[in-house]
């Protein structure tokens, strides 16, 4: 589970609010004192406005916390924002009144403080709603969006669809419903939507398609054996929610991996569970450091990528990037770009040498494989530099720079349950498998254990920490 407690991207958001707090008070005092009309625009020198200004960062970072300003930009509306925002300056204004009094500071302009005031809910009102609707926009062209499955085609079912045909611009997709029995296959449930499937062939399903979220709006006592299809959502780290009848004494339910919590979605309250936090926030910053850190790395290293072009074509015929068919995150399709290390028929020669496989697993690999080109297939793979074209993948927000290794599609059909939770998160260039020691020899399992670790563990630090270590396996040439 991606680990919100101390979390630095959140603390990130609060940081950014409190400078729009502190900016807003810095040009109040200089309106007051400039530019406002001869007879209003007079201040003294005392009190201290620096100790004003340090008392409102403090009391505004509080009020931040208490007022529950870090909300999921995709889940609520943007009045439930400005609400926010309103409550959490007329919060602070409280407690920066009862600090001054209590510190007995007088002479503050009140004058200076209105100005103050209202300047700061505009401009954290203007910083959300552009976030907001870039988001929006963003969800609104087909990006960040979110594939929903619902259990039960009832009341409930109408329920969560008709809010989600309500919030468009949330990014989430009904894929469509399933059912208990086999004459409720293609019944209309709401619009266009209608019962796709029966809950035996869940596994199947999920597997084959990509779910974020699974909703079960239909009474769990109806649904034998309901706790096993929520261990299987959990194991795949697919995100369930429960619409409550509040008989929940039914399911005798304890989840492993995931966390329970109580949430509003889209107006429909429901029981989440989930072994993957989705926070907004964390998500857009950490998208934007991958993907300007992504942009810095091709300039700088242009020379390299051209170096290595030539090099290709010296001693091999054929393009000078590999494209392959990956999966993404919970199954997403895209093409893997790689500097090509191999002959070019060499999908075709995978066929002979497939009895030569030294790796358990749905993976292949050999030692000293006739396929790779010699002398630079044998470098590029050594020093990992054949993964630099997969910064292209990060740019158009396929990968992060750090993750689990994106499989192909044939390795996941070979996939247990347990395996695809991997998928739960968006792939990387590196992860803790490229700098483990003496990688290519741990066995498939070992590997698939390194990456829910990862996910389990995940942080900033140990972002950077990943980042340090994949760079010293490139000087060292420790791949292979």
């Avoid at 409550?87 to 200076?112: E, H, N, P």
Wanted: with cysteine; glycine share 6%.
């Amino acid at each position: 589970m991606l680990k919100e407690k101390g979390s630095l991207i959140l603390e990130m958001q609060k940081v950014i609010d409190i400078l729009i707090t502190g900016f807003s008070f810095i040009a109040a005092y200089f309106i007051k004192r400039n530019l406002l009309p001869e007879g209003l625009s007079d201040l003294s020198n005392d009190p201290n406005y620096y100790i004003v200004l340090l008392l409102i960062v403090i009391a505004w970072y509080i009020s931040f916390k208490w007022m529950g300003m870090y909300m999921s930009y995709r889940q609520q509306a943007f009045w439930q924002f400005f609400v926010a925002i309103l409550k959490s300056c007329f919060m602070g204004m409280a407690l920066v009144g009862i600090a001054m009094y209590l510190t007995r500071i007088q002479g503050v302009s009140r004058l200076l403080m209105g100005i103050f005031f209202m300047l700061d809910i505009c401009l954290l009102t203007g910083f959300k709603f552009i976030i907001f609707k870039t988001l929006e926009k963003i969800r609104t062209d087909g990006f960040n969006t979110r594939n929903i499955l619902i259990v039960g085609s009832e009341d409930r079912a109408c329920q969560v669809i008709e809010a989600v045909e309500k919030y468009k611009a949330t990014g989430y997709r009904v894929l469509g419903c399933f059912e208990l029995e086999e004459k409720d296959l293609g019944k209309p449930v709401y619009g266009d939507h209608k019962v796709i499937g029966l809950i035996r062939d869940l596994e199947t399903y999920l597997r084959n398609n990509i779910v974020d979220e699974l909703i079960f709006a239909m009474p769990l006592k109806k649904i034998k054996n309901g706790d096993r299809y929520m261990v299987l959502a959990e194991s795949m780290g697919i995100k369930v929610r429960i619409i409550p009848d509040w008989e929940l004494h039914y399911l005798m339910y304890r989840p492993g991996i995931a966390t329970i919590q109580f949430e509003e979605f889209l107006g429909v309250y429901n029981m989440a569970l989930q072994s993957t936090p989705q926070n907004e926030g964390k998500l857009l910053i950490k998208n934007a450091f991958d993907v300007s850190s992504a942009a810095f790395l091709i300039l700088i290293l242009s020379p390299l990528f051209i170096a290595i072009g030539l090099a290709i074509k010296i001693f091999s015929k054929g393009p000078v990037v590999y494209k392959q068919e990956r999966l993404g995150m919970n199954g997403r399709r895209f093409q893997v770009y790689k500097f090509r290390t191999m002959v070019k028929n060499a999908d075709e020669l995978l066929k002979e040498l497939a009895e030569m496989n030294e790796a358990d697993g749905p993976v292949f690999k050999i030692k000293n494989d006739p396929r790779i080109i010699p002398y630079v297939g044998s470098f590029l793979r050594k020093t990992s530099l054949d993964e630099l074209p997969q910064l292209f993948n990060v740019i158009k927000g396929e990968m992060s720079l750090v993750g689990p290794r994106p499989p192909i599609p044939k390795e996941v059909d070979e996939y247990s349950v347990w395996h695809r939770r991997r998928l739960s998160m968006k792939p990387g260039i590196t992860c803790l498998w490229q700098i483990a020691p003496r990688r290519n020899d741990l066995s498939f399992e070992d590997w698939m254990k390194l990456d829910l670790k990862y996910i389990d563990t995940w942080s900033l630090f140990n972002d950077f920490k990943i980042l340090m270590l994949t760079a010293r396996a490139v000087l060292t040439g420790a791949g292979r």
